[in-house]
């Protein structure tokens, strides 16, 4: 393990990286891409290069990232966008688990997926849980309250912040519509 908690094998592929958030795929507003840039930072700072992937829709899922992405040091968040507050759920999720990653909570050896240092379950034994066994993994369900609650403490501070930066955000802001 290094200081930051990443596995050696990864640190340098993370920590050689520019810091920035990045849009990828669907077209998404200014005043979105202005939330969702603050929110990243407010979570993790501009410590990592984080690509930001949302998507209208995703079939059951709000959002993911890969085991494979986070061994290469290569942060892509796939999402569900629309209703901002659902959307910033959704990324605080996904960004629990980068940061469960970077502190070395979470961790993949092979086909095992490791929790705090020890082997929790197989990847195979992950992709056939149901609904309720995947949200009581103690990765998910802290993923789950965190995104709720990062994305909470973000839209009561956000507004001050980011006054001015776009007139259809101060709308949302004025209106409260987030
Ligand atoms: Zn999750």
Do not use: C
Request: charged share 25%; glycine share 8%.
């Amino acid at each position: 393990m290094t200081p930051s908690g990443l596995p050696a094998r990864v640190a340098s592929r993370w920590l050689s990286r520019q810091a920035s958030v990045r849009f990828k795929g669907a077209k998404t507003g200014k005043a979105f891409r202005i939330l969702y840039r603050a929110f990243v930072e407010s979570m993790v700072g501009k410590s990592l290069t984080v690509d930001l992937h949302p998507r209208k829709s995703m079939g059951r899922q709000t959002g993911h990232v890969t085991s494979q992405d986070l061994d290469r040091g290569h942060i892509r968040i796939f999402f569900l966008t629309g209703y901002p507050p659902y959307a910033l759920r959704n990324i605080g999720h996904e960004l629990t688990h980068v940061l469960q990653y970077k502190r070395g909570d979470l961790a993949f050896e092979g086909n095992k997926i490791l929790w705090k240092g020890h082997p929790y379950m197989t990847k195979e034994e992950y992709d056939v849980l149901d609904y309720a066994g995947h949200g009581n993994l103690p990765w998910e369900a802290e993923a789950k309250r965190e995104g709720e609650a990062k994305a909470a403490a973000f839209l009561r501070s956000a507004p001050t912040a980011l006054r001015g930066k776009s007139p259809a955000l101060d709308y949302m802001f004025d209106n409260d519509l987030l």
